[in-house]
Structures are given as structure tokens and as C-alpha cells.
């Protein structure tokens, strides 16, 4: 999985925001090998205990549509005391919260597409932190964000057609500017600050088949590449190597020789799962069939790329369709186990459920 320098990224700082002007120019994130992705060494167990990996699935529905039982895709990663997120889903910043995750904790926001079910709750954190005072928490300082740039494959559109498919720096200015009557009265009675000065934004551009690397400090590194998902491109994928172990979120995909790659070896992959049959079984229109089909994977499909990989654990989320009434967590834990056993997979397989926890061993 290599390829050549992926073009410079676009960091949106807080002054950028507030002028309305192009994103600044970030340090560009440079390709690399398959070895980029290699886990980190492990520490002695006893020594890392306190500071242990936790995955945290705060929801698991693929899709808009909403539905009581299950809450939007969202998922959290917590290194120590620090906290990323992994899309922000309907629902996000409550299941955050019934979690037991802290405000103050959250360091970075991981976006993997700019599809309404993944990021419709992502400017709420600093929103409704940002109308505060003492003694309610606010964020802990900057939160970094990293996500998409502008759609390379989408040109025109009803809404705001001069600018139909931005990337995640321009959806921010837009979110800021829809609640500027909210924040400047917080701001006018003398207390609140403005949300994007809690953001520090980076828009990824990655070329295809290349893996870059996002963030790497000593306890945490964060490499991404991206993945196939119909025109909402780009897409990606994100692995997180810690000393406890290796997680990989594989975004919404079709499935992708480059997020097996990434995942290869990894001790949890979280990869999402539809059962294309029973939307064809519903009787609903050919075009949403197709869409399902084409641009996410099938359960059937999990237990190869699984195995592929050489995953040690795969849980399925994103579950499509979402509704526990229509589709039972019975029926998604036999579809699972089914494609792990003509896949020949040995290793272990889970199905997500909201609130689930999942150490890293």
C-alpha cells in the first residue's frame, strides 16, 4: 500500500474561521508503506494497566433514518486519559456522556465521511460546550479535528450550489455561522466563547492506495487511507496503534484490498456490515438497493476480510438495517458467525450494541 505524497492538508485555525477565508495550509502528511501501520511495541502489562486501551461503540445504526433503540455511528477510542472520537453519529454527545467519557478528555475527532449519519452531531461538542460558565465543564482545551476535504467526485447539487460538497473545514464555518445568533448573546451577556476556538481543523487528502500518517505522539499513532463509498469521496478508513494493541475503524466501504492492508494484523477491526438481501426482501426502490449493494459491505463478506487481514477480533457496527424491531441482534450475531465460517476465520467475532466497551489486551 504505497503511493506518492499525498497533496498538502488544510488546517482551519480559529482566526481562518472567523474571516470566512481559505483553511491554512498544515504540514502535509506524507505516504507511507504498509510498515507504517505496523503496531507499536507492547509494554509489560502490569505497567500499562492504568493507562489501558478502551473502545467504546456509543452507537452502532448505519444509516439517517433514526430509530429509538439504536443511536447514530459513533465511537470513541480512550488512550490513558485522553479521548478520540471516531464519527459523531445522532445521539453522540449523549452516549458520550452515559459512557462516562469527560468533556475535558476529548483531544481529537476522527471524521471518516461527510454523510449526514456521521458527523450530524460533530459540532455539537463544542457548541454546547462553548455556552458555559463555571461550574460546568467545557472542553479541555483545543480539540484537534481531522476529516475529509471537499468531494472530488460530486460538482453540482440543488443546495448551496456555488459550493455543493464541501470538506470538513467549510462545513464548520457553516455550522458556526447557523448558530451565530446563539453564541454572540452567550457572548454579549458576558459569558460563552466561540465554539471553533475550541477547533483546530485539518481536511486529510490522501491519494488512493497510499497510507498517511495523522497523528503520532508516543502513546498514540493514527494512520488513515481511503476507502471506496459511491461518489462521497474521499472516504477513509483509520487504524489506531497504542501499546496495548491495534484498532482499525473501516468507515463506510464497499469492500477494500487498501483497508485490509491497513488492518493487517490488528487486534480489533470494527468494520461496518449490511444485509443487502433484506432491503431487497422489503420491496423498497431499486435505486436504494443498488446504493446498498455497491457502496457498503455485506455481512456475508465481514468473515473473508477478516481473515484477509489476519484481525485477531472483528466486530461488526454500522449495522444496516438499524431498526432491532425489523432486524434482532440474534439475527446479525448468526449472519456474523455464518460469514467467519465460510471465511474459515478463527478468530473472534462480535456484534457491536450501543455502549459496548472493549478493552485491548
Known sequence: MTG???????????????????????????????????????????????????????????????????????????????????????????????????????????LTHLHADHIVDYFDFPLLCAGVMPPQPGLGGTVRVWGPGPSDTVASGPVSPERPAPGIAETTRRANATFAASTNAFIAEGFGV?????????????????????????????????????????????????????????????????????????????????????????????????????????ISEVGAIATAAGARHVVVSHLAPADPTQFPQREWASAAHASARAAGYRGRVTVGHDLMRIPLH
Open 4 to 110: 506518492p505524497t499525498p497533496r498538502r492538508s488544510r488546517r482551519l485555525s480559529r482566526r481562518s474561521l472567523l474571516a470566512g477565508s481559505a483553511a491554512a495550509t498544515a504540514t502535509a502528511l506524507s505516504a507511507a508503506p504498509q510498515a507504517a501501520a505496523a503496531p507499536r511495541p507492547k509494554q509489560d502489562r502490569n505497567e500499562a494497566t492504568k493507562d489501558r486501551t478502551v473502545v467504546h461503540l456509543l452507537g452502532t445504526a448505519g444509516g439517517p433514518p433514526p430509530y429509538g433503540e439504536r443511536m447514530g455511528i459513533a465511537s470513541a477510542v480512550t488512550v490513558g486519559g485522553d479521548t478520540y472520537l471516531v464519527d459523531c453519529g445522532r445521539g453522540a454527545v449523549t452516549q458520550y456522556l452515559r459512557a462516562g467519557l469527560s468533556m475535558p478528555s476529548l483531544k481529537g475527532i476522527f
Open 194 to 298: 466561540d465554539p471553533v476556538s475550541m477547533l483546530d481543523v485539518t481536511e486529510l487528502s490522501a491519494r488512493p492506495g497510499s497510507v498517511v500518517t495523522v497523528l503520532d505522539t508516543p502513546a498514540l499513532k493514527v494512520t488513515a487511507t481511503r476507502v471506496p463509498h459511491g461518489n462521497m469521496s474521499p472516504s477513509y478508513a483509520y487504524r489506531f496503534d497504542t501499546a496495548d494493541g491495534s484498532v482499525v475503524f473501516s468507515g463506510d466501504t464497499s469492500r477494500s484490498d487498501d483497508l485490509i492492508a491497513l488492518a493487517r494484523d490488528c487486534d480489533l477491526l470494527v468494520h461496518e456490515a449490511a444485509d443487502t438481501a433484506w432491503f431487497e426482501q422489503q420491496g423498497l426502490p431499486a435505486r436504494l438497493v443498488e446504493h446498498m449493494r455497491e457502496v457498503h459491505t455485506d
